[in-house]
């Protein structure tokens, strides 16, 4: 095993850090008090390519490497302190741009993927509803044929990117009621078609730059041509995207957990109490010693799938504990640096509870925490706790 990146990955990781800190995030603090999207942003992130890094240079993308896209992630979750701009891009990338290069035909890819990549669309995932969250299965959008079209009628909640997004993968009903995993199909809705409306906008309590809201579909008539992949094929292409989805969607995080280590040394080491510097006494020592033990780990899991991915390979077991373990270890790491920096890390001006805000949302999105450990526990061969369970 060699874990050394190479010096044009180096090079990369050193160019988008600088970009990132020079470039993004310089009104992080006022776009998360009015949940504003920042758009300024988002163009300039075309404009470096960080939309298209996964995308073969044919569609318009940079054509990165698995394992690449992930050292480049993480650099951008690094050097961006703008965690909601980032997770948009996740959305944008690992929600819809996945199922395009998996599962589309040379007519979809041509059609959304180049403007995807230069910022002019932007893409999202609409797969949860009001009453079918973790239970994918349990859906209640339906996409009825009528010629060439499908008819669409239902709403999705929680759409990362929603209100602003231009083209969304909708998982929808196409079989009988019921729990089988062939009655569901995958489409690629645009947002200007008639009866679909993206206007309603949820509040949230972080990663508040990434506009989250509901779609409403009613009677929208979808052209056949934007079905993905086969008709009753929706939820295995679901299963086979969630892989990229639940690793690569959380590599920023691993940079973002660095950052607020450094964060969480530096404060330790400069802040004096007693007489001696806060990081000499064992009990905040000890904290931040245990967030870069999950930093090492994390990296070498979300390696590890990039790896996986770069030969073809399956990753469901290793993506599924990457996105249980580092979810969970960046709200750690933001907990620790607010904890190690006392009242001024619970204070808005230093920023740090809004990364702990952020934080929160990562066990919840991609499939609750609770939800993929009962997905390991079948894949060790416990049955039934979570057959059909997803969440997007
Ligand atoms: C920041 C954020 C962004 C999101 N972005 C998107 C998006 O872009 N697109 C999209 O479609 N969705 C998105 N979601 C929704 C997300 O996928 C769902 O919230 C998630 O799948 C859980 O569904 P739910 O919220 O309805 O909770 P529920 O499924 O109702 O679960 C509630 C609680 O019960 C637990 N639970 C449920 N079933 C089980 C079980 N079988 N075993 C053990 N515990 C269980 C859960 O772990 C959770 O703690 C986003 C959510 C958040 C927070």
């Known amino acids: 095993m060699d874990f050394s990146l ?100 040379e007519e979809q890819k041509a059609r959304f993927l180049k403007p995807m990549c230069d910022g002019a669309l932007i893409g999202a995932h609409a797969l949860s509803e009001p009453e079918a969250g973790s239970d994918v299965l349990g859906m209640r959008t339906t996409a009825v044929r009528d010629g060439d079209h499908y008819v669409l009628r239902g709403e999705k909640w929680f759409v990362s990117n929603g209100p602003e997004a231009d083209v969304f993968v909708v998982l929808a009903r196409t079989g009988p009621p019921g729990r089988a995993q062939d009655a569901l199909s995958a489409f690629l809705v645009t947002a200007d078609l008639p009866g679909v409306d993206r206007s309603r906008r949820f509040g949230k309590l972080g990663l508040r730059t990434t506009p989250m809201g509901a779609v409403r579909f009613d009677e929208a008539r979808v052209p056949a041509s934007c079905l993905l992949g086969r008709e009753g094929s929706g939820y295995s292409l679901f299963g086979g995207t969630i892989e990229w989805e639940r690793a690569f969607m959380f590599a920023p995080h691993v940079g973002a957990m660095e950052r607020l280590l450094e964060t969480s040394v530096e404060y330790a080491s400069g802040r004096d109490q007693f007489g001696r510097p806060i990081g000499s006494f064992q009990a905040v020592a000890h904290r931040i010693a245990d967030v870069k033990i999950r930093l090492e780990l994390a990296r070498l899991i979300l390696y590890r799938v990039g790896w996986l991915k770069a030969r073809g390979r399956m990753a469901l077991l290793d993506a599924t504990i990457a996105k249980v373990f580092i979810s969970e270890s960046l709200v750690e790491a933001a907990a620790t640096a607010v904890e190690v920096h006392g009242a001024r890390g619970y204070l808005t001006d230093w920023g740090l509870e809004r990364e702990l805000r952020d934080a929160l949302g990562g066990p919840i999105y991609a499939g609750t925490s609770a939800v993929q450990r009962g997905v390991l526990a079948e894949l060790l061969g416990l049955r039934g706790a979570v057959s059909g369970a997803g969440g997007g």
């Open 6 to 105: 190479s010096p044009e990955q180096r090079a990369l990781r050193e160019e988008v850090i600088a970009f990132a800190r020079s470039e993004l995030g310089r009104n992080v603090a006022d776009g998360d008090r009015e949940a504003r999207f920042p758009v300024g942003d988002w163009r300039r992130c075309a404009e470096f390519g960080v939309l298209g890094w996964p995308v073969p240079v044919e569609y318009g993308g940079q054509g990165l490497d698995p394992l690449t896209t992930i050292v480049a992630l993480e650099a951008l979750g690094y050097g961006c302190r703008d965690n909601g701009l980032v997770f948009a891009i996740g959305n944008h990338l690992w929600g819809c741009a996945v199922y395009l290069l998996e599962h589309g035909t």
